[in-house]
């Protein structure tokens, strides 16, 4: 079975290094609030994003959350953000007291900018750009209407380590979140996640806030009500032994994503990739007819896929009665068309071929 992920191939690739690293936490007993080897990954990974700061927590939504929290984003405000996405793009919106207002999406599954000004209201506070599927979105746009209107920006980067647009890496602007869920391009061995920023004030605010609202040092002392949300011990060393091949892996990815792109070419539309952009391809998503038949055709032949997003959010039951079913077409109608397919470090070019050959030979029945 070719499977949709498996992210036990790139890790035997450094699987000595993993095991030293774990070894060396179960030796010191280092599980929790090791903060001098969780900040050992947050200036590396600050450091490969080109931030000042970065902080570890323990997931992808806990960074969002934390992020809205520390800009100060609560009740009656509102967050210009997109419907296609994961779930916690928009719940940790609605966690801090905010309403998400949904915009559509273009054709590369980012939102579309030329829709997001007429959303912007007095009530508008931020705009939280996800920049799906490993390709950025069209920041320098979104940038200029968050300075034109004086909004705060925080970008969900939770499938983009690594991602660039016009050759700088995301966060483009001062403040974004990653994920670091096992499948993603740097993936723990579990849940973690961090915010990276140029911002001083926000990083400390989020230090407390992930730590029960204390300092590092403060011991029993909680100046403000926080969260249990630290990034632990082995998710830190995980991810220090792996940052160094982040790049490798990527690149590798954009190979394969390639080969695919050669052999798909007239059988179903591939993904679209702006020039600005480098994709780094946390998925491959392509759109497909007859997509439910073709899923348990490849299933059928040994081919794992899956949907990345087969129910928008804005038609989620939380989120139903903001009344947007019907206002987002682009988004309603790809839902129904996306296929992922496999794509991760060490997938050999044969079994990419055979994932084609697959879909060719589904295809030909039609």
């Known amino acids: 079975m070719i499977n949709i992920f498996d992210v036990t191939r790139a890790e035997k690739e450094i699987e000595s290094q993993l095991d030293a690293a774990i070894k060396e936490v179960r030796t010191t007993g280092g599980y929790c609030r090791n903060f ?13 994003c080109g931030k000042k700061y970065a902080v570890g927590v323990n997931s992808g939504s806990d960074a969002l959350f934390f992020a809205l929290l520390a800009y100060g984003i609560g009740k ?35 939102i579309d900018v030329k829709q997001i000004e007429a959303k912007i209201n007095k009530n508008t506070k931020a705009i939280l750009p996800v920049h799906l599927y490993g390709q950025a979105s069209d920041m320098e746009a979104i940038a200029n209407l968050a300075k034109k209107h004086n909004l705060i920006l925080i970008e969900d980067c939770c499938q983009a380590h690594g991602a660039t647009f016009k050759g700088k890496k995301v966060p483009i602007g001062e403040t974004g979140c990653f994920s670091f869920y ?32 204390r300092s590092k040092d403060a011991g029993y002392l909680h100046n403000e009500i926080g969260y249990n949300s630290r990034m ?22 954009k190979r394969i994503a390639k080969l695919y792109d050669e052999n798909l070419k007239g059988v179903v539309e591939t993904p679209k990739v702006n020039g600005s952009q480098d994709h780094i391809y946390y998925l491959y998503v392509i759109k497909a007819l007859r997509r439910e038949e073709l899923v348990n055709f490849l299933k059928e032949n040994g081919v794992g896929s899956a949907v990345h997003y087969p129910l928008p959010i804005h038609l989620q039951p939380p989120y139903k009665n903001l009344g947007y079913e019907g206002k987002l077409p682009v988004t309603e109608k790809i839902a129904k068309e996306i296929l992922s397919l496999p794509i991760y470090p060490g ?20």
């Open 36 to 48: 001098a080897l969780i900040g050992k990954f947050e200036n590396a990974f600050a450091q490969y």
């Open 76 to 110: 009656n405000d509102e967050v210009i953000t997109v419907s296609h996405s994961f779930m916690e793009s928009s719940a940790s919106i609605s966690k801090v007291g905010a309403t998400p207002v949904f915009v559509d999406i273009g054709e590369d599954f980012n």
């Open 182 to 213: 096992p499948t993603k391009n740097l993936g723990a061995l579990g849940d973690a996640g961090a915010v990276v920023t140029d911002n001083e004030k926000v990083a400390e605010k989020i230090k407390s806030l992930r730590d029960d609202g």
């Open 232 to 253: 632990d011990g082995i998710q830190a060393a995980a991810l220090i032994a792996k940052l160094p091949s982040l790049d490798k892996w990527n690149a590798e990815r």
């Open 347 to 366: 997938l050999k070019d044969e079994e990419v071929i055979k994932v084609c050959s697959k879909i060719k030979e589904f295809y030909k029945k039609w």
